[in-house]
């Protein structure tokens, strides 16, 4: 699995952007609020969620460890995919969701396109017991992976534990 991706901004849009890779363009799909971020021919650094079907391979990209660890966090409640995981992150940062999970709040993700009140509410319940403490902290919220200890292979091991459905907390320690 793709776990974290370093180069060159190829073509930056709302929804995606190409990084070339040492001659490699990889279309990576991102939330509104990391492509204001990046700009066409500047290097950036992405951590990357990879998502492998029968009919697609696709990756998605975050400015922030907490962006990602969020976002996978969301696809694990059935009924929500990609594409609304990624428009709530456009529209709210990982604290703001976890805040309103937190305060049992749904509302304010009513806010994200595609989200309505039931999402909402589903998310808010499912979520509530299960959301990792350190995105509940925001102490992941402005770390971009360039900032962490964290070794590239002990980011890969986190990741790979995480992809096959391990809390990230656990991995997390397990790799520590």
């Not at 849009?13 to 492509?35: C, F, P």
């Not at 950036?44 to 460890?65: C, H, K, N």
């Not at 986190?158 to 990230?168: T, Y």
Request: hydrophobic share 45%.
């Amino acid at each position: 699995m793709i776990a974290w991706l370093r180069g060159r901004c190829q073509t930056v849009a709302e929804d995606h952007v190409i990084v070339d890779v040492q001659g490699v363009g990889y279309l990576v799909q991102i939330s509104g609020r990391d492509a204001a971020e990046l700009n066409a021919g500047e290097e950036a650094e992405l951590q990357i969620f990879t998502v492998v079907r029968e009919d697609s391979f696709s990756l998605y990209g975050f400015r922030t460890l907490a962006a990602r660890e969020m976002f996978r966090t969301i696809l694990s409640i059935s009924g929500v995919g990609p594409k609304g995981a990624l428009a709530l992150l456009a529209a709210l940062s990982p604290a703001e969701i976890a805040r309103a999970i937190h305060d049992d709040q749904p509302k304010p993700l009513t806010v994200a396109k595609g989200i309505g009140k039931r999402t909402a509410e589903l998310i808010v319940v499912r979520l509530r017991e299960r959301l990792p403490p350190e995105l509940l902290s925001g102490a992941m919220e402005s770390s971009p992976a360039s900032h962490s200890p964290w070794t590239k292979p002990m980011r890969d091991a986190k990741s790979a534990l995480v992809n096959l459905g391990f809390r990230a907390a656990l991995a997390e320690r397990a790799v520590m």
